[in-house]
C-alpha cells in the first residue's frame, strides 16, 4: 500500500502482547480486568481483547457505551459522571445490557431515581487527589450519605466505589507510582470500613489509570482495575518509565515535504489535527509533541524502527509538523520519505485520526463522532 | 432544541460582520481577499464568504481543495508546501480548477515538472521568521534560483512570494505586530527587487495570519491576503488583542456533570477531543484551555453572554472539562446547566466537532477526514 498522507498505522502484534501482559497481572491477582475502550475506540480492536476473554469494559461516554454495545458487548461501566441531559440514551442502554454508572451527588441520585425506566449499577466516584471528578477521599461521611440514598430505592445496585488516580502521570517515577498506589488503597479501605460501620458492606474497589496498572505487581487488594491507554502506550509512558519504546503500538506516517539543512529540521504533513497539541517534556525541559522513526524496511508490513536519537517533533500547526533531526539522520531522510511520528498521547491521536492500518493493511475504524 | 452533550454553536451575525470587515478591508486596499478556509472546513459557511463577494481561497490540504472544488470553488491555493506523494489528487485538480501550489525546493518542482498533466500556478513560499515552512528570506539567491526553474517549464505560472508571518502569534501587542508586518514587507520586497534584477518582473505578494489582517490597516503594498481564524476568531486571538470578546462566534455548550464548592470548580462533560488541548496563558501566567460564558436568555437563539470574570477552563482531559468558577458566579450554576466555553484555538475546535449549529438551528458540517 502506497501512503500518500498522514495514517495512522498499529503494529497489531504489540497491541496483543500489551493487553495479554496486563490481561495476565489481572488474572494472578484475582481481579476484574475492566479494560477502559477510549484509547481505541474501535470495535475491531475490541475483538483481541475479548480473546483474552475480558467480558466487561469501561468507556468515556454514553455515545461510546452505544458503539460497543451495539458491538455485542453486555457489561458496561460509563466511567464518567452522569450527565443527567443523556437520560433518554441511558435508559435505551440500561434496557440493553449491564449499565454501570458513576455519581458523585445527591442531585444526580435523586434525578436518576425519579427518571430511570431500568435498573443499573452505580459506583460512587472518589476523589483520592487528581482533583477531576468524585467526591473528596477525606468526606466519609457524604459517601457514607449517598450510599445510604443509593440502597433506598430497588433502580439502583449499589457497586462500590470507583477511583481514577490520574494523579500518578504527574509521578517522578516508578517509586511514587507504587506510593500513590498504596495511598489510594489505604484511603479506598478507610471509606470502606467507614460503609461497613454504616452497615453497607460487600462493595467492591474499582481502580483506573495505565501507570498503576504497569508498575503495581499484584492488586489483589482491589476488586477490577479499568487501565485503558496500554493497549496503545505512547510518548506520555514511555517517558514516565511505564513501557518500553518497543510497546509503542501506534505511528503517524508522516510524508516530509521539506527540508531545513541550516536549522536541522524536515518538516511533514502531519500537524495538530493528526498528533493533537498534547504535548511532553523531556528530561531537559524541551516541550514536544511527539518522537520520530524511520521505516524499519522496505514494506509498511516491516513497521517502523528504533526512536531517533535527539529527534523529536518540535512543533506543530494545523498540517505541520516541524521536526527536529539529529545531523546523524538528516542527510538519509528525502522529501517524500515517510517519518513515523510516535504520539504524545495516543487515545487524542487515534481520536483525530478516526482509525488505524494494521500494517498487513487491515483497518480499524474508530467510532464516529456523535 | 434540547442539548444533550458537547455541541459546538455558531453565531452566523458574529461570523458575517467578521467576513464583511476584512472583506472591506481588502477592498480599500486594493488587494485579493483569499480567505484561509481551514479554520470552519465547511461549504455551508463559506457560502457566507461568496456572498462578499470573495471567488478565491486558500486551503491546507488537498483533501480540502478536493472538498471545496466540489462545492463550486473554482480558484484554490493550498497554502502547504507540496506533498509529491499526493500527485494522483493534484492533478486530478489542476484538470478542473485554477489551481496554486506552494513550493521552496528544486526537488520538488522537477517532481512536478516531470508528474503534473496540467498547469499550475506556483508560489514560492518565504520563511520571514517563524521558522516553519519556507526559503529563508536571507537566501535571495535561492528564491531566485527557483524561480529561474518554475519560469523554465511552461507547466507552471509563476505567481509570486507567499508568506505566512506567523510569528505575530508570539507578538506583546499591536504595535510589535505592526513592526512583524513591517518587516515583513520590507523582506518581500528585497527579494522582489532581487528578482526584478534577475530579469522576473510582475510577480504578486501574498500574506497570511489573522493578527496582521486584524491590526493593520492598509495593505496596499502587497497583493493579497490569506487570513483564515478571523470568520470565527477565538480566546487566543482575543487575548492577543485582535478581536473584541463579542467577535468570537463559535462556543461549545457542555453539560455540567459535577460542581465542588470547596475547590470553586465545576466539571463539564466536554474536555480534549471536543476544545482540543491548545493553552493559551493570561496575564498573570495562568495557562487555560478555554474561557466561560453562560447562556444570554432562555432559549438556544439567545446566545451566550459575556465571559465570567475569574473563571476559566484550568484544565482537560479527553472528555472532562475541569472548570475554575468565581464565587459570584458558583451558586448559580446548577448540575445540568450548560456551561458555553469560549475554545482557545476555534480551528481545532471545529475540526475536532465536525460541525457547528447556528443559533437558529442550522447545522454546518464539516469536511470528512480523509
Redesign the interface.
Known amino acids: 500500500m ?4 498522514p495514517t495512522l498505522l498499529v503494529d497489531t502484534a504489540r497491541v496483543r502482547r500489551n493487553i495479554k501482559r496486563i490481561a495476565g497481572k489481572a488474572l494472578i491477582s484475582g481481579v476484574v480486568f475492566r479494560p477502559h475502550f ?1 484509547t481505541h475506540q474501535s470495535s475491531g480492536i475490541g475483538e483481541f481483547f475479548k480473546e483474552e476473554g475480558v467480558a466487561s469494559i469501561a468507556v ?4 461510546m457505551a452505544l458503539y460497543f454495545a451495539d458491538s455485542g458487548w453486555k457489561d458496561i461501566t460509563v466511567a ?7 437520560i ?2 441511558i435508559n435505551s442502554l440500561a434496557g440493553r445490557i449491564n449499565l454501570h454508572l458513576l455519581v ?2 445527591e ?2 441520585v435523586n ?1 436518576l431515581k425519579n427518571n430511570l425506566l431500568y435498573p443499573v449499577d452505580l459506583w460512587i466516584e472518589i476523589d483520592v487527589g487528581h ?3 468524585g467526591i ?1 477521599c477525606s468526606d466519609g461521611e457524604a459517601v457514607a450519605k449517598l450510599a445510604g440514598l443509593i440502597r433506598s430505592s430497588r433502580k439502583f445496585k449499589f457497586s462500590g466505589l470507583l477511583t481514577h488516580a ?1 494523579n500518578t502521570y504527574r509521578a517522578s517515577g516508578n517509586e511514587e507510582i507504587k506510593e500513590i498506589y498504596r495511598d489510594m488503597v489505604d484511603k479506598l479501605y478507610k471509606l470502606k470500613e467507614n460503609l461497613r460501620r454504616n452497615g453497607v458492606s460487600d462493595i467492591a474497589l474499582s481502580i483506573g489509570d495505565t501507570p498503576t496498572a504497569g508498575i503495581v505487581a499484584d492488586f489483589s487488594e482491589v476488586d477490577e482495575i479499568r487501565p485503558g491507554n496500554f493497549v496503545f502506550y505512547d510518548v506520555m509512558q514511555y517517558l514516565l518509565g511505564i513501557c518500553k519504546e518497543e510497546d509503542i503500538a501506534v505511528a503517524v506516517a508522516c ?1 516530509v ?3 531545513y539543512g ?2 536541522g ?1 524536515v ?1 511533514v ?1 502531519g500537524g ?2 493528526h498528533l ?4 511532553a517534556s523531556l528530561k531537559n525541559g524541551t516541550v514536544i509533541y511527539g518522537l520520530v522513526s524511520l521505516a524499519d524496511g522496505d514494506t509498511m508490513e516491516d513497521g517502523w524502527g528504533k526512536v531517533l536519537r535527539n529527534s523529536y517533533v518540535r ?1 506543530v ?4 509538523g ?1 521536526i527536529k533531526i539529529a545531523e546523524e539522520y538528516f542527510d538519509k531522510i ?3 520519505d515517510l517519518l513515523y511520528i510516535l504520539p504524545v498521547h495516543s ?2 491521536t487515534v ?4 482509525g488505524c492500518l494494521s500494517l498487513s493493511g487491515r483497518y480499524f475504524k474508530v467510532m464516529g ?2
Do not use: W
Not at 2 to 5: A, D, S
Not at 60 to 63: A, I
Not at 276 to 279: D, F, G, L
Not at 317 to 320: A, K, N, Y
Open positions: 502506497f501512503i500518500t498522507k477510549k468515556s461516554s454514553m455515545d464518567f459522571p452522569v450527565n443527567i441531559r443523556q433518554d440514551v458523585e451527588s442531585q444526580t434525578f482533583r477531576r471528578t473528596d490520574g510524508p515535504v521539506a527540508k541550516g536549522r529540521e518538516v504533513y495538530a489535527v493533537s497539541k498534547e504535548r512543533a500547526s494545523q498540517e505541520h516541524v528525502k522529501i517524500g487515545c487524542l481520536n483525530l485520526m478516526g463522532h456523535g
